[in-house]
């Protein structure tokens, strides 16, 4: 699945390609304690219950390396915006798809947040609020900080037109 | 625009503040008294408890000497605070409903509360604690005639203020707000009143009757001796007892329904000023909310199924500030015949009854009972494996199961006219709402996993003020209808 091909049947745009590596990362640094937890509990059980040890480890181990291998790409390639003349697109979700549509007309204030991985790699997410309530703010990760910049002021230029 | 002088909020506010600041430090007064009654030197506690007191009524005094407020041309302005100041501007523009509060105590001194609701989400947004019955007029008329744009406002807001009397849309004659106690009837009052017996029976120092111990006597006893029990005298008096118990708490639930519907409902009246709905209703507290037509966002027709087999509904509107009432919205009329809702919906320029309502698709029953349906289904199949006889039993299960989807899928519609979107769902119980799509926030076509499966979408509409689970949802839809809905929702917007 790409994401040029949306729910809406619209062609998107995908995000800033470093954003995979921070996925990865995100997964690794929660994988590891994981992993740890995993090493010690089999090696407390595989001892009392008379298994190999490595037995549940490997195991978790294998689930853990497809989480920090193959799923950060599944969860990128799933993500997509567009700002389409006064509507922003945003595409996401795996398992649940969605495709949110936001008229700028609607926007209430926008953020731009760099996390602790984000901000090494130079990424940004923007967030864009509205007066709704299922989707009161709208997130888009992985933008290279410019890009989100550059969102952000057509947005709110946008937005002061309208005003006017 | 200048705040300064202002106006304080009526005396009677500073005489229910200073009681106020009694009653929630009473507790810590008991011991302070109960020093000075029983210690064997009271020199020490009788000042304390002097300062204290004069702390409780010193400390209202002042926060009513210094909260000014002052109705402005074009915004409300409160200051309050003794230590930090704070001066709040709540802009006419923002204001979305007011809400007009008079107790008994209000009603004797002619003063009212009144709570302007902006939308902002904290709880006391502009809350006057509480001002004369003229002031409440003053500032409604100063919301009323501001209008917006134009610096010429002094001739639309003399006119406005001198308006014609409110029009009549709705009221309730005594015997339907009886009637709507009763159709209101719900368990859960009769819930709340067996807790609160648990409360009362301490108070009865002596008999020490507990409903439970004596249910546990009664039913229980074929515990403590089976042959005794067995007896057919005995099983009756348990079966009229539970018989007795049951009849008690369904009489229960009915008047308690009552009484709450006369309290809340009692003379309710629903008028049109022009510009704005004005509901007004209460027996001991009178409210009075006023919502302009502007800030509807939503209009929600509600008929549970007591109400539905009586032909009634219950008529809401969404207003982005509604945060006093429950679910973010204002009921406008508890019990109403569609000629009424009608005249209701008339002036929002929306139609209660629209024709074209449109199914989902039939594989939409799956997606409804889609959990209990997965739920269930790999079990079963993997007993019916393991232990072939249990097989006839899959769909003993499933049929159920599949028929209270079916029944989902079939209370689900929707349609789009006179510039609003209309989605209608249910069982028993119906609810429909209405949105304007020039309130539409934003739209998001969904796919789930379970939809994915069956190759179907939804559009969830978002609108402002709605709480996450009454938020519209379209479902059922192919994915090329889904595309074409939110299509027809984005330019139906521009209006």
Same mark, same amino acid.
């Given at each position: 699945m790409s994401a040029a091909e949306t729910l809406a049947g619209e062609a998107l745009d995908p995000l800033d390609p470093r954003y995979r590596t921070v996925l990865r990362l995100g997964s690794l640094v929660a994988a590891l304690p994981l992993l740890v937890a995993a090493v010690v509990a089999d090696a407390v059980l595989s001892s009392r219950f008379d298994f190999a040890f490595g037995a549940i480890a490997s195991g978790i181990a294998l689930l853990l390396i497809s989480w920090v291998l193959v799923s950060p790409a599944r969860r990128f390639n799933a993500w997509g915006y567009r700002l389409d003349g006064d509507e922003l697109n945003v595409a996401r979700g795996v398992l649940t798809r969605t495709h949110s549509i936001v008229p700028l007309q609607r926007v209430q204030h926008i953020d731009v947040g760099q996390g602790a991985i984000a901000r090494r790699f130079g990424l940004a997410e923007l967030v864009v609020h509205t007066a709704g309530t299922h989707g009161a703010a709208v997130t888009i990760p992985g933008l290279a900080l410019p890009e989100a910049e550059r969102l952000r002021d057509e947005i709110r230029l946008h937005i002061r037109r309208e005003a006017e | 625009m200048s705040a300064e002088g202002g106006r304080r909020l009526h005396p009677a506010s500073l005489i229910t503040g200073i009681l106020d600041s009694i009653r929630s430090s009473i507790l810590a007064l008991l011991p302070i008294f109960g020093s000075i009654a029983f210690a064997e030197r009271p020199f020490v506690s009788v000042p304390i408890a002097f300062l204290i007191l004069a702390g409780l009524i010193l400390v209202p005094t002042i926060k009513w000497m210094r909260f000014r407020y002052t109705i402005g041309d074009d915004a409300l302005v409160i200051e309050q605070g003794v230590i930090s100041r704070q001066r709040r501007v709540i802009p006419f523009e923002r204001v979305q409903d007011i809400d007009v509060e008079r107790g008994p105590i209000a009603r004797a001194t002619g003063t009212a509360l009144v709570k302007v609701e902006t939308g902002g989400g904290g709880k006391d947004e502009g809350t006057l604690d509480v001002v004369t019955l003229a002031e409440v007029e003053r500032l409604r008329a100063a919301i009323r005639g501001w209008r917006g744009a134009a610096p010429a406002t002094d001739a639309a807001a003399t006119e406005v203020a001198a308006s014609p009397p409110d029009q009549l849309i709705y009221a309730m004659p005594i015997s339907r707000v009886v009637l709507s106690g009763v159709l209101g009837f719900s368990l859960v009052s009769i819930a709340v009143i067996f807790g609160a017996l648990q409360y009362v029976e301490p108070l009865v120092e002596g008999t020490r009757y507990d409903v439970y111990d004596f249910i546990r006597e009664q039913v229980g006893s074929r515990r403590i001796d089976p042959r005794e029990a067995a007896t057919g005298a005995r099983m009756l008096a348990t079966a009229a007892f539970v018989a007795s118990l049951v009849g008690a708490a369904l009489v229960l639930g009915f008047v308690t329904g009552i009484v709450l519907a006369l309290l809340r409902d009692f003379g309710f009246r629903l008028s049109w000023s022009g510009a704005a709905f004005r509901v007004r209703r209460g027996l001991l507290t009178i409210r009075e909310v006023q919502v302009p037509r502007g800030r509807v966002q939503r209009v929600i027709l509600k008929a549970p199924l007591l109400l539905r087999l009586m032909k009634y509904r219950r008529v809401e509107l969404g207003t982005i500030g509604g945060a006093s009432e429950m679910g973010g919205?204002? +009921? +406008?009329?508890p019990l109403a015949r569609s000629e009424e809702i009608n005249r209701i919906t008339d002036l929002l320029h929306l139609d209660a009854a629209p024709a074209g309502w449109r199914r989902g698709h039939g594989l939409m029953v799956l997606q409804r009972s889609g959990r209990l349906l997965t739920a269930m289904l790999t079990p079963m199949v993997v007993l019916g494996v393991l232990v072939p006889w249990t097989l006839p039993l899959v769909p003993v299960v499933l049929i159920p199961i599949l028929a209270v989807g079916w029944l989902a899928w079939r209370g689900e519609r929707h349609a789009i006219e006179q510039g609003a979107l209309h989605v209608r769902n249910g069982i028993l119980g119906i609810r429909h709402v209405i949105v304007p799509m020039r309130r539409i926030q934003s739209v998001t076509i969904r796919r789930g996993w379970i939809e994915r499966a069956i190759g179907l979408s939804s559009v969830i509409v978002d609108v402002a003020g709605a709480s996450t689970y009454t938020v519209p949802v379209v479902s059922g839809l192919v994915p090329d209808d889904a595309r074409r809905l939110a299509a027809a929702l984005l330019i139906g917007r521009r209006g």
């Open positions: - | 919205s204002h +009921v +406008v009329a």
